[in-house]
Every structure is written in structure tokens, then in C-alpha cells.
């Protein structure tokens, strides 16, 4: 008597979970990278999105952190926050594929984009930053770190308003840039220029904190209000070498005060700059002085 076939049920699946057959139009090249590696475009039954794209493939640990990570991400919800519409970590027949996340598209491209090629008044700037400090309230208050935050890390929708980034998920971030050979070896945790002193520690570093946060939105502020232009500068504005910078930044100094940042804004970014980090605001206070 013929053996009857073996049928094996579909893979389970997390709800967060998109199959790469869904993704059409995707994009030949990135538009981009950040964080996570490579970002492409393409479309999700018939919606424009962004796909994050890691570098390679992970191994059974990094997996779960990635899931962990996706879980955490796919529980927000705030108007200035990135949302995430599903991810990928597997194929149809549950083999292992490079991971990305699927995104809405942000059609207005980048904060920083926004201020270099366009006169954006100050209120505007002012109004850009509150909503970007709203949303890293909400993500402090679950405890979340973004560990990554500047202007190139804020979107703008189709209604030029600020969506925040590449927010947390720093373990997949650490996984997808160790699979960059091109990646240069750096301190980890941040931008350089956008790092907190504590971090630059040879004897006691900090890793990324809440504090930190505060301190790389200083940095994101000066660097909005000052329509992009380099923020470390030297005497004869050249751009600062990362080494400059960083010893400089644990010496205390910083940017020079800009023209026409009213008093009240000026004294904020110097308190989220402090070179103490207990001396620095929360962002329920930094939105009281932003709104």
C-alpha cells in the first residue's frame, strides 16, 4: 500500500510578519543608509514604503534579538514616530533571509534635507523640534533610548510634520553594521559630534542613557536652527575632525552661541548640552520651553 505524504504545516509566524512576495516595485538601489543598513523603496498591497535592509543574514541569537527588538517597535504608537507596518527575518519556507522592516514612505525626505535647501523660518524649526521632542517623551517614558538621534534621523511627512527614526534597536543596529566591511570601526552608540562626553570616557564610559539622548538633541537642535551647516567648527570654520571634537566636547566647550536664537531657546540647548548629565532637562521639560 502506497505510503500517504507527509504534509507539514506552514511555518508559524509572528504578527509582525511580512513575506518578501509581498514587497512589489521594489527599488533596484538604495535610497539610503542609516542604522540599519540599506534603505530601498517598493510598494505593500498598493501603499509606497521604505525597506530597512540589513547587511546579511544572523545567526540564531541575533534573531532573537531582532525579533525582541521588531516586537518592541511594533507596540508604538505616536504621531511623530516612525511606524512600523511588519518585518521579514525568514522566506516563505521558513529559511533563513536577510531581515529589513517595512515602513510607510516619507515623501518630504529628511530634517536635515529640509533646512539646507529651503529658508525654513524659526518657528518652524521651533514647531519640527518640539514634535521631535514629543516623540522621544514617548519613547523615554517606555523606557526606550533612541542612541542615535539627529536631523538625518527625523522624517517629514506628507504634511511636512516631524517623524522620528531609527529609533532604539540597537542590538540589530550593532548586528547589520558589524556586517559592513566598509563600515569604519568608531565608538558605538551614536554620530560623531552627536556623542555625549560621558560616552568618550577612555576611563569610565557610559554607554547610551536617556541623558544621552538629551545631549545628542542639543546637538540636533543647534544643528536645525543653524540650517545644517557644520556644528563642530574650528576658528576659521573648517569642519572639526572627529578626534577634535571629541576632545574638545570632553573639555566642556562647545558651539558658539548663533545669531537670533531668542534667550529662552539658547539657555535649553546649553542645559541639554551639560557636561553633567544629571544636569540635564527631561523632555516633558525641554517641551514646556519648546511649546
Partial sequence: MASKPIIRPPPERPSWYISPSDITDRSANPIGRGGFGEVFTGTYFGSKVAIKQLLGTCNKRELAEYNHEIDIWRKLSHPHILPLLGACDKDDDGNPASPF?????????????????????????????????????????????????????????????????????SRTKHTSASMDRNRAKGPTGGTDGYIAPEMLDDDDSSGITLKTDVYAFAITMYEVLNDAKPVWVTSNGQAMLSRAIERISCNGKRPKRLDGIPDDIWSLIERCWAQEPAARPAFPEILAVLQ
Fill in 101 to 169: 522592516m517595512v515602513s510607510p514612505f516619507m515623501p518630504n525626505g529628511t530634517l536635515r534635507n529640509h533646512v539646507t535647501n529651503n529658508a525654513v523660518p524659526l518657528e518652524e524649526k521651533l514647531r519640527l523640534l518640539f514634535q521631535a521632542a514629543s516623540a522621544l517623551a514617548y519613547l523615554h517614558s517606555r523606557r526606550i533610548i533612541h542612541g542615535d538621534l539627529k536631523a538625518l534621523n527625523i522624517l517629514l511627512d506628507g504634511l511636512n510634520n516631524a517623524v522620528v527614526t531609527d529609533f532604539g534597536m
